[in-house]
């Protein structure tokens, strides 16, 4: 129950771009620039596509170096901006840093539990009241086709007893039945 998802917390190219203001070209640039001076590490490339169905390839900073990075690239385009990256990253980190299943405590899990058997019970309740309700539709249905037989001895006396009406009418339905298929055999 406590686990965590521990993915990577990413930054693009583009997403600097907007945090400053500037153009996702310029800040390639830039991060290029310092690329070659090894004032950062080169950050690894990844495709896009906006929502004009544009593609292009942006850089890809995560962990903690590619957070390094970022600032220093951001510190580079506009040192104004810097503060709005540090509070991205920690919005980023912050998302990263929620549970996603919080754990739950020993009475959560009873109250949990007597909630998901109460919910089985009733629906179990249900189940057998429908279940119930039908046996008395087909109970009242059969009196009706088999005659005067009681309710909830209909099914079982056209069964076991083969002189009950119900049984009768069955019998002389097949002897019928036999009788025409031979009428059509012998034509």
């Not at 549970?99 to 249900?126: C, M, N, R, Y």
């Not at 309700?133 to 056209?158: N, Y």
């Not at 049984?167 to 055999?185: D, F, G, I």
Request: charged share 30%; proline share 4%.
């Amino acid at each position: 129950m406590n686990a965590l998802i521990t993915t990577a917390v990413t930054m693009t190219s583009r997403e600097i771009a907007e945090l400053v203001d500037s153009r996702h070209d310029k800040v390639r640039q830039s991060i290029e620039r310092l690329a070659a001076r090894a004032v950062i590490e080169s950050p690894p490339m990844g495709n896009f596509k906006n929502s004009n169905n544009v593609t292009g390839s942006e850089y890809i900073f995560s962990g903690e170096k590619g957070k390094r990075d970022s600032i220093i690239v951001v510190a580079q385009l506009c040192p104004e901006f810097t503060a709005r990256l540090v509070d991205r990253w920690q919005e980023l980190e912050a998302k990263l840093a929620k549970p996603v299943a919080t754990e739950l405590s020993h009475l959560e899990i009873l109250k949990l539990a007597v909630e998901s058997g109460q919910k089985l019970i009733a629906a179990d309740a249900e189940r057998e009241h429908a279940i119930r309700d039908a046996v008395v539709t087909v109970e009242k249905a059969l009196h009706g086709l088999l005659g005067k037989v009681s309710p909830g001895k209909a099914l079982q006396t056209s069964i076991r007893n083969p002189e009950s009406p119900g049984a009768k009418r069955t019998r002389a339905y097949r002897e019928r039945k036999k009788a025409a298929a031979a009428l059509v055999k012998h034509s």
